[in-house]
């Protein structure tokens, strides 16, 4: 079935210091965009990031994702991690014929230490 | 940015009662969901609802599930009655298209149902 991996339940960062979250995803549906939606504590999730263009680089708040349809992920990097970074990232994809039906990744947790 | 409401944020209730969760979208959206998500697993489909109707709902939208939104007021889930097994936090999302352009849902901060 479809489905979109989050490999890392919980990644620890150093403020400063690069992170990379993964994401992977599998389906056989005409997949119409992929997104990166963040969820602060106590906050609805958000979106982050979206893409939909093979091998274009997207960018928004230092964050950067590129969707590889070779691989099947879309993973978020971002250079520097902030403390201000640390949240819940979820990875999802975006199908079916109705449109905006969104599978959703596990989450991972990010948590940016000083 | 945009903004969904949900109300309540928490509600504990009794087995085989009735509950609805309420969900103000954003303004000038059209299009309406709800997704599920247990404590530890990722958010799931729930349903879409458009004009009045609902347009393609999931497997876990049971027949004990309905959804409204009267008049342009809260958009509505409604539990009737509820089991165990619909503890979870339910998120409302709203749209203002959809289709083929992958459209950004916005999401609330979710209902927290815990049922006993």
């Known amino acids: 079935g479809d489905s979109v991996t989050q490999t890392e339940g919980l990644v620890t960062v150093t403020e400063g210091l690069p992170v990379k979250l993964n994401c992977t995803y599998q389906t056989t549906y005409l997949t119409i965009a992929f997104f990166w939606y963040v969820q602060y504590l106590n906050e609805a999730p958000q979106v982050l990031l979206k893409s939909s263009t093979d091998n274009k680089r997207t960018e928004h708040q230092g964050f950067h994702a590129t969707l590889h349809k070779s691989s099947s992920s879309f993973h978020l990097q971002k250079s520097s991690a902030q403390l201000s970074d640390s949240a819940l990232y979820y990875c999802a994809l975006n199908y079916g014929s109705s449109g905006n039906k969104l599978i959703f990744g596990i989450g991972t947790l990010l948590s940016v230490k000083p | 940015g945009p903004k969904v409401l949900q109300i309540p944020s928490h509600q504990i209730i009794d087995m085989g009662q009735m509950v609805t969760l309420n969900c103000d979208p954003v303004?000038?959206?059209?299009?309406f969901y709800w997704y599920k998500q247990i404590l530890g697993q990722q958010m799931e489909f729930l349903v879409n609802f458009y004009n009045g109707k609902v347009m393609e709902k999931s497997k876990l939208f049971k027949d004990q599930f309905s959804v409204e939104r009267p008049d342009g007021s809260y958009f509505t889930l409604k539990i009737q009655p509820t089991a165990l097994e619909d503890s979870a936090v339910y998120f409302c999302?709203?749209?203002?298209?959809?289709?083929?352009?992958?459209?950004?849902?916005?999401f609330g901060e979710g209902s927290r149902l815990i049922v006993v």
């Open positions: 999302a709203s749209s203002l298209e959809q289709g083929n352009s992958g459209n950004t849902l916005y």
């Open positions: 303004s000038n959206h059209l299009y």
